[in-house]
């Protein structure tokens, strides 16, 4: 019986091996602990590590959205049920629904849903950047720029050129200037905050300066800009966005790993192959370029850049930087935003900055009041 035993084990060794040798390859390539290994269907050596809980969170903030907007396209003067908006939305049922729906609430909805993604997104790229909460567009005022020469060409002063392009060179100049005033802390440090604070205040002067020197009419033309208002958007500047927005988290997805490095000292950045200069200046011109495109549809709406990255962070994963996150938690704040201005005290109509604003200036100073979240490490 024993000498049975022995053969059996003796005959069964060299599987054993195999199968231990079997378990040590699967080891090696095992996900680490709260991911998921996605292997790419045209190269079975290479795989996409998935962490569960930013997966999650995405999902989660993706549902949310869904609810939001369908209750953007319901809530109104006309209220319409969620089963008849989702049919105005394919054109079919009441035609009263297709109107209300495709004609007036559906752009509306597009707008905030593309420039709270953009603003957010952007929010994230140069918080990282600049290791620190506060570092947002609207705060170092990039925001302030775009929409100084936005005004500009709303309020005609010979520039034929429409607030699109506007935008971007305003946000280029408020770049530019911040990064020149700021000297070689470049991104990093406190001096490239004030510096952009003091910019943004110069241009936020200017933009008051250019309505109070027009006439009633032009100037109230322009006020949407200056607070943020999704109300009649052109339709030329939201489909821009689109496209830009697009390319942009395209463009973020692949610098991600880079963004993830870049929280760390630039040395350790260096010694993972990181091209730190590259990155930064791709990182800098993606978040100025989606900053411009949203000011051009929306105006200056910036406390979405600084709370829509801050609830994407609490709700994924420290491994990587939530790029995708912020999207989707900017589109959900704007669209909930616009749809509480337009619901609360209708028939007046709050615009969407003011909203943002008084949900945002207690979130700021939340976190100034906090010193040891300051900094992204």
Not at 232 to 260: E, F, Y
Request: hydrophobic share 55%.
């Amino acid at each position: 019986m024993d000498l049975s035993s022995s053969s059996v084990m003796s005959h069964d060794a060299p599987q054993t091996d195999g199968a231990m040798q079997a378990s040590r390859d699967e080891a090696q390539v095992a996900p680490p602990t709260g991911s998921w290994r996605l292997p790419l269907p045209f190269s079975a050596a290479h795989a996409v590590l998935l962490d569960k809980r930013s997966v999650s969170a995405n999902l989660l903030l993706g549902g949310l959205l869904a609810v939001v907007a369908l209750l953007s396209l319901c809530l109104g003067s006309a209220l319409i049920s969620p089963l008849a908006a989702i049919r105005a939305l394919l054109g079919q049922g009441d035609a009263m629904a297709v109107f209300v729906v495709q004609e007036l609430r559906l752009a509306r909805l597009m707008a905030g849903l593309l420039t709270g993604a953009a603003f957010a997104l952007a929010g994230c790229l140069m918080q990282t950047l600049a290791r620190n909460r506060l570092a947002t567009p609207g705060i170092i005022g990039i925001d302030n720029g775009a929409t100084a020469f936005a005004v500009a060409s709303v309020v005609g002063l010979g520039i034929s050129l429409a607030p699109p392009p506007m935008s971007l060179a305003g946000a280029a100049v408020a770049t530019a200037i911040t990064f020149g005033l700021a000297g070689g802390a470049g991104t990093r440090g406190y001096r490239f905050i004030v510096a952009g604070i003091g910019v943004g205040a110069v241009f936020g002067a200017l933009t008051q300066l250019l309505l109070a020197r027009v006439a009633i009419d032009v100037a109230n033309s322009a006020y949407p800009w200056t607070v943020g208002s999704l109300n009649a958007r052109s339709g030329d500047a939201v489909l821009i966005l689109g496209v830009g927005l697009a390319v942009g988290v395209v463009i973020a997805q692949l610098l991600a790993r880079s963004m993830a490095v870049l929280r760390f000292s630039d040395a350790v950045a260096q010694g993972l192959g990181i091209r730190v200069r590259l990155c930064r200046l791709l990182a800098l011109a993606l978040a100025v370029g989606l900053t411009a495109l949203a000011v051009a549809v929306a105006g200056p709406v910036g406390l979405v850049a600084l709370i829509g990255p801050e609830i994407a962070r609490h709700l994924s994963s420290r491994r990587g930087v939530p790029l995708v996150g912020s999207a989707l938690a900017g589109a959900v704040l704007m669209v909930a935003a616009d749809l509480a201005g337009r619901l609360l005290f209708a028939p007046i109509e709050i615009p969407v900055g003011i909203v943002t604003a008084v949900v945002g200036g207690p979130f700021l100073l939340w976190i100034l009041l906090r010193p040891a979240a300051r900094d992204l490490t």
